[in-house]
């Protein structure tokens, strides 16, 4: 089965750090640009940002840039979310996403909520 | 606010067809393929529609997008109460260096 599982939400105090993952299943990680994409509650979907195949280029939101990296591990096939200097209005969903491009190939997992708050 | 403009609400009867549209410029809608997400509630989007008018194996053929310079639109005929739900467009931008969303758009089904 085609999946992606998002771990590592929670809640956070401002100024703190996380880290999200997330592990794909039924397809070949590698091969695939990943993004992660984000929603707040009862808000629209944000996208954060991109990664390439081998991990040599990384696209941010320009509401992250600078704290939140991106990164990935094709061995063992999990995308990671490095969050540093964690705002309130970082709070929301976090989805791990292969977001299609021409081929209609289209993959989400089930979301991680992160909350930031004292 | 979003750099793709959504009206933020929609609405029809069953049977209706209903239109969104998604305004954007030249350095999104207008130099790439746009896509289009389903989200119903407490659930992760799911793709309708990908390079401006294909659809995923699965999605009904009531379903149905479209593009015409920095613009495109989302086509649902023959409306039903399952389609009740929000609705977003998306496209790469070339001066942000990112994807970019619409603001979403609440689909509600009288």
């Known amino acids: 089965e085609v999946q992606l599982v998002e771990s590592g939400g929670g809640l956070v105090q401002p100024g703190g750090s996380l880290r999200l993952s997330c592990a794909a299943s039924?397809?070949?990680?590698?091969?695939?640009?990943m993004n992660w994409v984000r929603q707040a509650p009862g808000k629209g979907l944000v996208w954060v940002s991109r990664?390439?195949?081998?991990?040599?280029?990384?696209t941010y939101a320009d509401s992250v840039k600078g704290r939140f990296t991106i990164s990935r591990d094709n061995a063992k096939n999990t995308l990671y979310l490095q969050m540093n200097s964690l705002r309130a209005e970082d709070t929301a969903a976090y989805y791990c996403?292969?977001?299609?491009?021409?081929?209609?190939?289209?993959?989400w997992g089930q979301g991680t909520m992160v909350t930031v708050s004292s | 606010q979003s750099v793709l403009t959504q009206p933020p609400s929609a609405s029809g009867t069953p049977g209706q067809r209903v239109t969104i549209s998604c305004s954007g410029s030249s350095s999104n809608i207008g130099s790439h393929t746009v896509n289009w997400y389903q989200q119903l509630p407490g659930t992760a989007p799911k793709l309708l529609i990908y390079?401006?008018?294909q659809r995923p194996s699965g999605v009904p053929d009531r379903f149905s997008g479209s593009k015409s310079g920095t613009s495109a639109s989302l086509a649902i005929s023959g409306l039903q109460s399952e389609d009740e739900a929000d609705y977003y467009c998306?496209?790469?931008?070339?001066?942000?260096?990112?994807?970019?969303f619409g603001g979403g758009t609440k689909l509600t089904v009288l």
């Open positions: 998306t496209a790469w931008d070339d001066g942000l260096d990112g994807r970019v």
């Open positions: 039924g397809f070949t990680f590698r091969n695939y640009r």
């Open positions: 996403a292969l977001l299609s491009g021409t081929q209609g190939f289209d993959i």
């Open positions: 990664i390439n195949t081998d991990g040599s280029t990384a």
């Open positions: 390079s401006n008018s």
